[in-house]
């Protein structure tokens, strides 16, 4: 490689440009907390179409407990937005989102039991 052809090379290097990769591209995280004097503890994070509950997570238990998404700590019942059972009260676990939900829509993790309509513990997402 000659002079002329280097200085070619390196000068198309600093116009390349920059690719952004949005925030949520590395995945958002929380912290669950309680509601309806249930104890929900631990940490969650929702990455490529997963929410993953870490090893941490802790739940004192319900009927029917269910994973679901929402916003602003909220979930809306009735909504199609409750998309698993909770395999087990305690420790690491992976959900699938379905591919018709947008994990980008959503702020919230919530757990939630369908049989009594009331929220179990959420995490808001950052």
């Known amino acids: 490689m000659n002079r002329r052809t280097f200085i070619a090379s390196t000068a198309a290097l600093a116009v ?4 952004s990769i949005p925030a949520f591209a590395a ?3 929380g912290t669950f907390k309680g509601q309806s004097n249930h104890v929900t503890t631990g940490s969650v994070t929702v990455k490529d ?21 929402g916003n602003g700590g909220k ?17 690491s676990q ?28 959420y995490a808001k997402l950052k």
């Open 49 to 69: 179409g997963k929410i993953i509950l870490g090893k941490d997570f802790d739940f004192d238990g319900a009927p029917d407990p269910r994973v679901a998404l």
């Open 94 to 121: 992976t959900y699938s989102i379905p591919a018709s939900m947008n994990e980008a829509d959503f702020d919230t993790v919530i757990i939630w039991c369908r049989k009594f309509t009331v929220p179990l513990g």
């Open 27 to 29: 995945g958002r995280s």
């Open 75 to 91: 979930f809306k019942a009735g909504s199609k937005n409750d998309f698993a059972v909770l395999k087990k009260n305690k420790g």
């Open 16 to 19: 390349t440009p920059f690719i």
